[in-house]
């Protein structure tokens, strides 16, 4: 037997009342109509739909048919944080080898060329691959070992003929830290007036590449 369930490319937060979705598959971030946002909140909260939203949410492909077993919305566990790495003054003493640079350009390059040419969904699936077959089996790595990597990283970064952007960075420097055993988190946020969307890299509760007041300043939306 199915149901309906939340397209699994799909995830969302709420910002003052309204829900804002991310669309990886399709690289956008949306807003539904009002009846249509109604409808589904209703629908998730398991109170009866009205006329034929339900139809319409199906026709947008923002509900899908789903196993009974399924869960409804996927979920997204994100741990508050609580510190910075970049506001450690720890961060500005590390220097990057030639060694490190050049592997910090192929990881760049290789990332904005894959943004380029790819879907966020597939470049997302394999970094999740990536990083777990670097990251499974590994020791756990010191506060300060990862503290190191990513002040190495964003040493080597300023050597990377490439404007910096949150998603092709915090893309690069998760990669950065699987080749060196390190689990990181992707996160997603946004903010809803003005719109703005960000992402950062997190490691427990410290931020990796990013302030923490610019970070909680938006709500997270997604997790990889």
């Known amino acids: 037997m199915t149901r309906l369930g939340l397209h699994r490319d799909l995830s969302f937060c709420t910002i003052d009342d309204h829900l804002v979705f991310l669309d990886i598959q399709n690289d956008r971030y949306f807003r539904l109509s009002p009846p249509l946002e109604s409808a589904l909140t209703n629908y998730l909260e398991g109170r009866p739909p009205q006329d034929n939203s339900l139809r319409k949410l199906v026709e947008q492909h923002i509900l899908i048919n789903a196993p009974d077993d399924s869960e409804d919305v996927p979920r997204m566990e994100v741990t508050m944080p609580m510190s910075s790495a970049v506001e450690d003054a720890m961060m500005h003493a590390q220097r990057a080898s030639v060694v490190e640079v050049a592997e910090t350009t192929a990881i760049v390059v290789s990332t904005q060329l894959q943004l380029k040419a790819r879907s966020l969904k597939s470049i997302l699936g394999k970094l999740a691959d990536y990083r777990e077959r670097h990251t499974s089996d590994a020791p756990m790595r010191t506060e300060t070992q990862i503290t190191q990597a990513v002040a190495i990283f964003r040493r080597a970064r300023l050597y990377v003929p490439i404007d910096t952007c949150c998603l092709l960075d915090s893309l690069s420097l998760a990669k950065f830290l699987a080749r060196r055993n390190v689990r990181a988190e992707l996160v997603f946020g946004v903010t809803a007036d ?28 997604r997790v990889i």
């Open 194 to 221: 003005p719109f703005s969307a960000h992402c950062w890299v997190q490691h427990g509760t410290v931020i990796l590449n990013d302030a923490l007041g610019h970070a909680l300043a938006h709500t997270p939306i």
